[in-house]
């Protein structure tokens, strides 16, 4: 894990407490788990994507924290993004590399990755001995996520303020690198298309001013992906 990309401190130790906190989450499926190449795989797609976003965070936090109210510390979200979408190690590999499209109970599946990702974020917290910023990016992170600005998104259908700022951003990155990347069941569109998506759902899905920003300092996300074929 990128620890060395993550001088902060909070982020050393938010990096152990997640550690155990996986552990301990997916204990109890540890039997389940008899295709081990593939939950390998799904894994290791989770953590890229994780690697990806934490980049991009730790660009546009760092960008954006002078225009934001209130106090953000780049580093430690960045920490959140790698994280953000930890609940999928609790998904079933072969619904998360599924090359299809996924059925109603499938789908519910994978939404679900959001309570797994506030629990194991919650279960890191009860580790550490006080209260640390990294791992209370991630809690917000990995809950709410995919909330939207109009209120239509998952798990609990927040709106507009009541989503985390810190949420309001990785909703941001997350799907920019969604876009950006090839899966089992598509392959990656250029950072043209992945910017006319975001700016297409400014107000619908997203924090129009957030959004706004990173579409601003978007052309220089190209760099961060030289492993991307499509530019």
Not at 35 to 61: I, K, P, Q
Not at 74 to 91: L, N, Q, R, S, T
Not at 171 to 195: M, N, P, Q, W
Not at 214 to 227: G, H, I, R, T
Request: hydrophobic share 40%.
């Amino acid at each position: 894990m990128p620890t060395t990309m993550y001088p902060n401190q909070f982020c050393a130790t938010a990096q152990a407490a997640v550690g155990l906190a996986i552990a301990e989450a997916t204990r109890q499926d540890a039997d389940s788990k008899t295709l081990v190449g593939e939950y390998l795989r799904a894994l290791y797609e989770t953590l890229s994507h994780g690697h990806r976003c934490s980049r991009l965070m730790l660009a546009f936090a760092a960008r954006l924290q002078d225009a934001v109210k209130g106090v953000i510390d780049p580093e430690a979200m960045a920490f959140g993004a790698f994280y953000h979408d930890v609940g999928k190690v609790c998904v079933p590999p072969e619904v998360l590399l599924a090359p299809r499209s996924l059925s109603p109970q499938e789908y519910k599946l994978i939404q679900a990755h959001t309570y797994h990702g506030r629990r194991i974020a919650e279960l890191a917290s009860s580790v550490v001995s006080q209260p640390n910023p990294a791992l209370g990016y991630l809690h917000a992170m990995a809950a709410c996520h995919h909330e939207r600005w109009d209120g239509t998104g998952y798990p609990n259908r927040l709106s507009a303020d009541d989503i985390p700022l810190t949420a309001r951003m990785m909703a941001i990155v997350d799907t920019y690198d969604a876009l950006r990347s090839s899966r089992a069941y598509k392959l990656g569109k250029s950072h043209e298309f992945a910017c006319q998506v975001i700016e297409r759902e400014i107000g619908n899905a997203f924090d129009p001013h957030i959004a706004r920003s990173f579409l601003a300092m978007s052309k220089s996300f190209v760099d961060l992906f030289p492993e991307l074929a499509i530019n």
